[in-house]
């Protein structure tokens, strides 16, 4: 990628921060308003022109103001801070309540793990600097402060209540005659395929980020998978996996305590790692074998 293409909102960003007395370097507002601009632009170098001056510093000026509101906040949210997971859940809570949802506390949950999903594969603060140097890139729903946070994490609580009622309501429609749900079954050569790539996808973890390499392993070792595989699995990386018959870890709050984070955090970093992973098809299949898709209403009951 041409690193140049953002350097004309270098002064904008700077005449930003240095308005708003900025405590975060310019660098770190430019990533996000590059990021910004990517996202709008729907390119990965797109004509800052045709964005409009005035638009992107206003933006500019909407980034360094919620950074100065939010971005302690967002960096301990990705550090797991317990205090601030806690405040973020009963703000979703009460603004579900306030809509009237009749699932509130469940709907918060699965809010909190979104917006810390989201975060996790983003770019905090602290490495906005280093990300900008090698070129500004992320995903496309990654949250680049140019809304307050809380407005934000209220939106993603908001369309995920929605979401599950539109799924409810299609359930509820009658199917027509000869229709069918699901997906079609495995047949022997899929499944054969995705036994011959377990130790693909054990390579494959070793390469995920350090955090996200640590769940998806302790994910592995939980007591409640098979004991053929765990005994595969230390056969294919004692390292990784160095004792089989070690059954300590029963539940996410056990891997939760292991690792020195939360079950949340757990949950979502399994989330971001499976969705890294499961771009093979077959890396896909042994997954859902080996870590069936848990819920955060099962987390709450011992997860």
Same mark, same amino acid.
């Given at each position: 990628?041409?690193a140049?293409w #953002?350097?004309?909102l270098?002064?904008?960003c700077?005449?930003?921060c /240095?308005?708003?007395?900025?405590?975060?370097?310019v660098?770190?507002?430019?990533?996000?308003?590059?990021?910004?601009?990517?996202?709008?632009g729907?390119?990965?170098?797109? +004509?800052?022109? @045709?964005?409009g001056?005035r638009?992107?510093?206003e933006?500019a000026?909407?980034?360094?103001? %919620?950074l100065?509101? *939010?971005?302690e906040r /967002?960096? =301990?949210?990705?550090?797991?801070?317990a205090?601030?997971?806690?405040?973020?859940?009963r703000?979703?809570?009460? $603004?579900?309540?306030?809509?009237?949802?009749?699932?509130a506390?469940?709907r918060?949950?699965?809010?909190?793990?979104?917006?810390a999903?989201v975060l996790l594969?983003g770019?905090?603060? @602290?490495?906005?600097?280093?990300?900008?140097?090698?070129?500004? /890139?992320?995903?496309?729903?990654?949250?680049? #402060?140019t $809304?307050? #946070?809380? %407005?934000?994490?209220?939106?993603?609580?908001?369309n995920l209540?929605m979401?599950?009622?539109?799924?409810?309501a299609r359930?509820?429609?009658?199917?027509?005659?000869? $229709?069918? =749900?699901?997906?079609?079954?495995? +047949?022997?050569a899929?499944?054969?395929?995705?036994r011959?790539?377990?130790p693909?996808?054990?390579?494959?973890?070793?390469?995920l980020?350090?955090?996200?390499?640590? /769940?998806?392993?302790?994910s592995?070792?939980?007591?409640d998978?098979?004991?053929?595989?765990?005994?595969?699995l230390h056969?294919?990386a004692?390292?990784l996996?160095p004792d089989?018959?070690d059954?300590?870890?029963?539940?996410?709050? *056990?891997?939760a305590?292991?690792l020195?984070?939360?079950p949340?955090?757990?949950?979502?970093?399994? $989330?971001v790692?499976? =969705? =890294?992973?499961s771009?093979?098809?077959?890396?896909?299949?042994?997954?859902?074998?080996l870590?069936?898709?848990?819920?955060?209403?099962?987390?709450?009951?011992?997860e």
């Amino acid at each position: 990628m041409d690193a140049a293409w #953002f350097e004309p909102l270098r002064p904008l960003c700077k005449d930003a921060c /240095v308005a708003a007395g900025s405590a975060y370097p310019v660098e770190v507002a430019l990533f996000y308003v590059a990021r910004w601009c990517q996202k709008t632009g729907g390119e990965p170098t797109p +004509d800052i022109r @045709a964005l409009g001056e005035r638009e992107v510093r206003e933006i500019a000026e909407r980034v360094v103001r %919620n950074l100065a509101e *939010d971005g302690e906040r /967002v960096t =301990r949210l990705v550090e797991g801070d317990a205090e601030t997971l806690t405040e973020l859940r009963r703000v979703l809570l009460t $603004s579900l309540r306030a809509r009237g949802e009749p699932a509130a506390a469940d709907r918060a949950d699965e809010a909190l793990q979104k917006v810390a999903e989201v975060l996790l594969i983003g770019t905090p603060p @602290a490495g906005a600097a280093a990300a900008l140097r090698k070129g500004p /890139v992320g995903p496309g729903n990654e949250f680049v #402060f140019t $809304s307050p #946070f809380l %407005n934000w994490a209220r939106t993603v609580a908001k369309n995920l209540a929605m979401d599950e009622h539109r799924r409810e309501a299609r359930a509820r429609t009658p199917r027509l005659p000869g $229709s069918k =749900r699901g997906t079609p079954p495995i +047949d022997g050569a899929r499944l054969r395929a995705a036994r011959d790539a377990l130790p693909s996808l054990v390579e494959a973890i070793r390469d995920l980020p350090p955090v996200q390499q640590k /769940v998806m392993v302790a994910s592995l070792c939980r007591a409640d998978l098979d004991e053929v595989v765990r005994e595969r699995l230390h056969q294919i990386a004692p390292d990784l996996f160095p004792d089989p018959a070690d059954r300590s870890l029963a539940s996410d709050r *056990d891997i939760a305590e292991h690792l020195g984070t939360t079950p949340r955090l757990v949950t979502a970093n399994r $989330s971001v790692a499976r =969705r =890294r992973l499961s771009r093979d098809p077959r890396w896909a299949l042994l997954l859902d074998f080996l870590l069936p898709h848990r819920s955060t209403r099962q987390g709450r009951r011992g997860e």
